[in-house]
């Protein structure tokens, strides 16, 4: 019997992710925790791509997948020895054996004490999953505070809410005119003095609900602007293996955790939500985009559709099928051209494809023969 089979695949594991700090800081140097997130995620850079930033790449350091890593850029996705394997190439088999060296483990170890620290291990996991869900029930409940506590775009009785006047001047200047629609929509509100985490500064921020298949509130997502209307500008220094360069802070930013979620953006005129229309049988085309500005562009030009914004490309083949969803038709942006943007868009396009089967959903692509998304074809540039 081999050194690797003396110990048990469940054994390393729980060794490895008992001790995955260490792990990630050894294998992924140029990362860090991921701030906002109370330490939740290691950012770093994938190496098995050209990854020159962190910010796609996330380990995840607590929760259920533990260990587990996912690049949004990439598509790539796997568990704690495929972490290692990422790294240092090789089979699982040699992704186990190093990791066996790494804890430290003696494959002469009487097996009841291995056992003990198994369950050990695996009850601190259990216990870190139980934290961790618990935490994310208090930062959606304080995200879905955030949203109520914001200015609704419309009064009673459908008119124009003045107060939102900075979020219509936002729309405006991007060529969206809101008015165009039946009523205006209730998912996007104007929240005031929100604090932007990378820069520290407090700006105003258009919010809007991500919400589960369920329809149960998932998060808050914001794109930040200023007094004039326009997307934050803000830029820092940051030192790379080429020397000081400088990086664009984020503009829009959703919180927490969203994965499988989406903006309900337009209803396609039904005055009910997926969930409800399904279970009448009746069948209404939709469309899935990127953000709230394409998602809105969509619905003046689509009324007759359910319009969905996936916030992220990585978080579109995650998106729900309706059973009312007769077709869904992928809006892309036209700066998804790159490479691996273009593997992951074609991947989630073949996933949901797969999944429509089961609701009888036909997926389609379609993009803008003007600019990069459908706003810019509403601006007409």
């Known amino acids: 019997m081999t050194v690797a089979e003396r110990i048990s695949f469940r054994e390393v594991k729980a060794a490895l992710l008992d001790k995955l700090d260490g792990l990630v800081s050894e294998l992924f140097p140029d990362g860090d925790y991921d701030s906002k997130s109370k330490r939740k995620y290691w950012l770093a850079t994938n190496p098995s791509r050209n990854d020159t930033k962190p910010g796609s790449f996330w380990i995840y350091m607590s929760g259920p997948k533990q260990g587990g890593y996912c690049d949004s850029a990439s598509g790539q996705k796997g ?47 259990r216990q870190a999953i139980a934290e961790a869900a618990a935490q994310l029930d208090r930062d959606r409940r304080t995200a879905h505070a955030i949203w109520l506590h914001g200015i609704p775009l419309a009064l009673k009785g459908g008119v124009r809410n003045p107060a939102a006047a900075l979020a219509f001047a936002y729309f405006e200047k991007r ?121 809105f562009a969509a619905a003046i030009g689509n009324q007759d559709h359910r319009v969905r ?22 809006w892309r942006d036209n700066d998804w051209g790159k490479p691996q943007a273009e593997r992951q868009l074609q991947a989630a396009c073949k996933e949901l494809a797969e999944r429509g089967r089961d609701t009888g959903t036909e997926v389609f692509l379609a993009s803008s023969y003007l600019g990069k998304d459908a706003n810019d074809l509403m601006k007409g540039k």
């Open 309 to 330: 914004a996936a916030c992220s490309l990585g978080n579109l083949h995650n998106m729900p099928l309706f059973a009312c969803d007769d077709r869904l038709i992928v």
């Open 79 to 125: 568990d704690v020895f495929g972490l290692i394997q990422l790294k240092r190439g090789g089979s699982i088999l040699d992704a186990k054996i190093w990791g066996q060296w790494w804890c430290g483990l003696d494959p002469n170890e009487p097996p009841e004490q291995r056992e003990q620290r198994a369950i050990a291990a695996d009850q601190r996991k």
């Open 175 to 295: 060529g969206i005119d809101l008015d165009k629609l039946p009523r205006l929509p209730g998912v996007t509100r104007l929240l005031l003095d929100q604090r932007h985490v990378e820069s520290g500064q407090t700006f105003a921020a258009l919010g809007s609900c991500i919400i589960g298949a369920d329809h149960k509130f998932m998060a808050l997502h914001r794109v930040f602007i200023t007094d004039q209307a326009e997307k934050i500008d803000l830029w820092t220094t940051v030192n790379t293996p080429d020397g000081p360069k400088q990086k664009q802070l984020p503009v829009r930013k959703s919180w927490p955790d969203y994965l499988g979620g989406f903006i309900p953006v337009w209803d396609g005129g039904t005055n009910m939500s997926a969930r409800k229309q399904a279970a009448t049988g009746e069948l209404t085309p939709a469309i899935a985009c990127e953000g709230i500005e394409d998602g």
